[in-house]
């Protein structure tokens, strides 16, 4: 499972014009469900989210409390494109996400999972499968990307381009696609 968390003023979903859920102070979390996914990235993902300690403490130091410490808000939103493997050509290919009616039952799960760790009415969610309209006060900003199973999505590449390992025999170095961009590492 992946997901982008995002310390909020406030944050809302509407679909259709509707307005489907809102939170005040808090956390707006994307979440990703890839086909592999089980209930143990349900277990660490939760509480990841939960512990993650965004927020600063009565004196300003930051990363010093979690949304739980605060007492905030969380609001879910389902997003498949978070799985989406973008590393060859322009069109995504999402193969690596969970298909609908799965990943409706894990993200179902999930939901249950946040509301039985906190505070049940201060897990919010957006219509699973729905065009939604998330708009969101982003403080700071503070964002981050959470994987349950790391890099274990991400195909490595050569340097020049190509699928078929890890290493180039032309430049000696070796290039691992990771979340946060292309990190390059000499040979020893």
Not at 138 to 144: R, S
Request: net charge neutral.
């Amino acid at each position: 499972m992946r997901a982008v968390v995002q310390r909020v003023a406030s944050a809302s979903v509407t679909v259709d014009g509707k307005a489907i859920s809102s939170i005040s102070k808090g956390l707006m979390v994307l979440v990703g469900i890839g086909s592999e996914d089980t209930p143990a990235d349900i277990d660490v993902l939760s509480n990841k989210i939960l512990g993650l300690r965004v927020f600063p403490d009565a004196n300003g130091t930051m990363w010093k409390n979690s949304v739980k410490d605060i007492s905030g808000e969380v609001l879910c939103v389902s997003q498949f494109t978070l799985m989406a493997n973008t590393s060859k050509g322009n069109k995504p290919d999402f193969h690596r996400a969970m298909s609908s009616e799965s990943s409706r039952q894990l993200y179902s799960a999930f939901l249950s999972k946040m509301r039985q760790l906190y505070v049940a009415d201060r897990i919010r969610d957006g219509q699973f499968g729905a065009m939604m309209d998330v708009t969101l006060t982003n403080e700071g900003p503070v964002t981050f990307t959470l994987d349950t199973r790391k890099f274990e999505y991400v195909t490595p590449l050569t340097d020049n381009g190509d699928q078929k390992g890890s290493e180039s025999s032309k430049t000696g170095k070796s290039m691992t696609l990771v979340p946060d961009g292309p990190e390059i590492a000499s040979k020893p």
